[in-house]
């Protein structure tokens, strides 16, 4: 600057000279000395005038200053430090167009600046005072955005931006905003750092936002960041907001501790823990009905076993429980159930339909929340009265008619059934589903149970040819191709090895065989003791599978293996309900059933080690029943594909 005025003045007097020539007698008139040219001293004054104004907080003399300075040859740290001092200078004073200017060129002298945040919140800073908050929040994004900034700077600038956001009241960017940055995070670390900044930043978030935003979650999303912190914050200020439904808020935050993804669960276990200190640590009691003595005594006692590991599992958790353990074979049962504690509102069992009509019929039922161990409830009604916690007649025939029609594209179906209450109701059931799912029954047969002699016939009789008639290799009888695919036989497995030769004997191997759950039971008691040429393409519903990878049936398998003893269905039984139970304790406090249903409908991430169940708004259940083929090992689950290429290669082979 200093040397720009001196040549302009020595311009100005060499146009001036031939004027005082031209004019010969105008007199001479003394010119002003030119300036010397700036030394050494003069830029070390002005450094020196400049800290001092810099140091007073005199930025508008500062940015006058160190704007003249930056033009003056100065050594590389004294550049930098007016670079620095004009850019912040000029942000304080408001002249955001000369800081932005500032910034860039500082980093071009200094490009690890670019590695700084101070440096790029200083550029933000610029733009938002230009009014350019449009650019502000997409400069924020690159860097968010670019793998190859530090972490340090990509958090800053992602924390920055929900600033913006929230002065703005705009809080729908937060979610989006949140699941970027910790997808950026490099390491544990750095996941819990973030947590932890993310907590603070959604306590802010006013209570409408923040129930949109639980809302917008699905129930199987609820564990994942930033989802987990959202529900946990919302259940946090229930606790201090409806202080009456401390004891479901509690069971909610407990549920969230156990299944968040959490990088470092300490800062919440902290939260729950102030909590607790102010409104107490609720108990759970829980009930059950069952045979302790007799003949199902054994099972009654499997179902106990599974009931005190899932009681393990949860106070190994924080949830404090008691098991209240009535036998359902004393004598007066119905004094026993009166005299158990009122706070054991959820009780499960019965196993035995006489043991729930005496408990039905002497209206204990109404004075708690039966989960009944039956696949039917006689006259109770479901979903008022009482509950199913056990699979239905329907699902088992639900399962294996999808199998049928949906996956294998099977239309026509047949029924072969015994000549028994049992028999009759599930063939029944079986063509009404098969019907209403689009299918066709092409064939009915009954057999006379016990009459083995005569089974034979029966089969004949299904597949339209004479009695005893059978192609043979040496014959040429030429059998007619039955109408249908498949056959639901719905007996036991024991009659079942009886009447799947005849399909042989009659040249018929073609079939897909269902059977009902009976069949899978059985089975996994001795597989080895089957011919399983028979049932290679039968298939078969289930509640239990001991390979189940489902986190709770791994774990359940891990504890009773320690015990020396192989989990079961019963065990899985007693496991589940437990665990079902104290989840549910606390909304079944109330007396009303339409409440609890609502509930039920609700409940959709819990963690099954048997197949699970689900109920509907007016409290009816429904197990998704596992499907089966069998094995000389045990069971493997059905693969559709797999099994529709085991039909297809029969068929081929034995093709008419």
């Given at each position: ?34 300036p ?65 200017d ?44 670019q ?58 978030i ?11 979650v ?23 907001q ?67 590991a ?22 007066d ?68 008619a ?62 339209g ?14 059998l ?14 024991s ?11 009659y ?41 189940n ?24 039984l ?16 109330t ?11 609700a ?36 693969d ?7 039909l ?9």
């Open positions: 600057m200093v040397h720009q005025l001196a040549l302009r003045e020595i311009l100005i007097l060499l146009l001036l000279i031939p004027v005082f020539f031209a004019g010969g007698c105008v007199e001479k008139k003394r010119l002003p000395p030119v010397p040219p700036p030394t050494e001293e003069t830029v070390q004054g002005l450094l020196l005038q400049a800290d001092a104004a810099w140091q007073a907080r005199d930025y508008r003399r500062s940015r006058q200053l160190y704007d003249v300075l930056v033009s003056e040859p100065l050594d590389h740290r004294q550049l930098d430090l007016a670079w620095e001092r004009l850019s912040i200078s000029s942000l304080q004073t408001q002249d955001y167009v000369r800081a932005q500032a910034l860039i060129r500082w980093a071009l002298l200094d490009p690890k600046l670019r590695l700084e945040w101070f440096w790029h919140e200083y550029r933000v800073l610029a733009l938002l005072g230009q009014g350019k908050e449009d650019q502000a929040e997409d400069y924020l994004l690159q860097i968010l955005r793998p190859e900034s530090p972490w340090s700077l990509r958090s800053s600038a992602g924390v920055r931006l929900s600033e913006m956001y929230r002065q703005h009241r705009d809080y729908d960017p937060l979610p989006p905003l949140f699941v970027d940055l910790h997808a950026a995070a490099p390491d544990a670390q750095a996941k819990a750092e973030l947590e932890r900044v993310v907590v603070q930043i959604v306590r802010e006013p209570d409408a936002s923040l129930q949109r935003f639980v809302e917008r699905p129930s199987a999303e609820t564990a994942v960041f930033p989802n987990s912190v959202f529900a946990w914050e919302q259940r946090r200020r229930e606790a201090r409806l202080p009456g439904e401390w004891p479901e808020t509690w069971a909610a935050m407990q549920r969230l501790l156990q299944q968040g993804e959490w990088a470092d669960s300490r800062p919440f276990v902290e939260d729950l823990d102030e909590l607790q200190e102010h409104f107490g640590t609720p108990g759970i009691c829980i009930g059950l009905v069952l045979p302790l003595d007799g003949p199902l005594a054994e099972t009654g006692w499997k179902v106990v076993r599974g009931a005190e899932g009681r393990d599992a949860l106070e190994k958790n924080g949830y404090p429980v008691r098991l209240e353990i009535a036998n359902a074979q004393d004598s049962i119905q004094g026993t159930l009166t005299a158990m504690a009122p706070e054991c509102r959820v009780v499960g069992g019965p196993i035995q339909r006489e043991a729930w009509d005496r408990l039905h019929g002497a209206n204990i039922s109404s004075q708690r929340h039966f989960f009944t161990f039956l696949p039917t409830m006689g006259e109770a009604e479901e979903g008022r009265n009482a509950w199913r916690f056990f699979a239905g007649p329907q699902d088992q025939i639900h399962a294996l999808d199998l049928a029609l949906r996956q294998l594209d099977i239309s026509g179906l047949a029924v072969l059934f015994p000549q028994d209450r049992f028999g009759e109701h599930l063939g029944e059931m079986f063509t009404r589903e098969v019907i209403s799912m689009g299918g066709q029954i092409t064939g009915h047969q009954s057999y006379q149970p016990g009459r083995h002699e005569k089974w034979g016939e029966a089969v004949a009789s299904l597949l040819v004479p009695a005893q008639q059978r192609r043979g290799r040496q014959e040429r009888a030429v007619p191709r039955p109408p249908f695919q498949a056959v639901f036989i719905p007996d036991n497995l009659d079942a090895e009886v009447l799947l030769p005849q399909f042989f004997y040249d018929e191997p073609r079939l897909l065989i269902l059977g009902p759950e009976l069949w899978s039971q059985a089975w996994l008691q001795r597989p080895r003791h089957t011919e399983l040429q028979y049932f290679r393409l039968a298939a078969m519903p289930g509640a239990w599978w001991p390979d990878p489902a986190p709770a049936a791994r774990s359940l398998t891990e504890v009773m293996q320690a015990t020396g003893q192989d989990p079961d269905f019963w065990i899985a007693g496991y589940d309900f437990v665990r079902f139970a104290a989840r549910i304790s606390q909304a079944a406090q007396s009303a059933p339409n409440r609890l249903n609502t509930y039920l409908a409940v959709t991430d819990f963690d099954w080690s048997m197949a699970p169940l689900s109920w509907n708004d007016q409290g009816q259940a429904r197990q998704d029943l596992f499907l089966f083929q069998p094995t000389s090992q045990g069971l493997n689950l059905v559709p594909m797999v099994l529709r290429n085991q297809d290669r029969v068929r081929e082979r034995y093709a008419r």
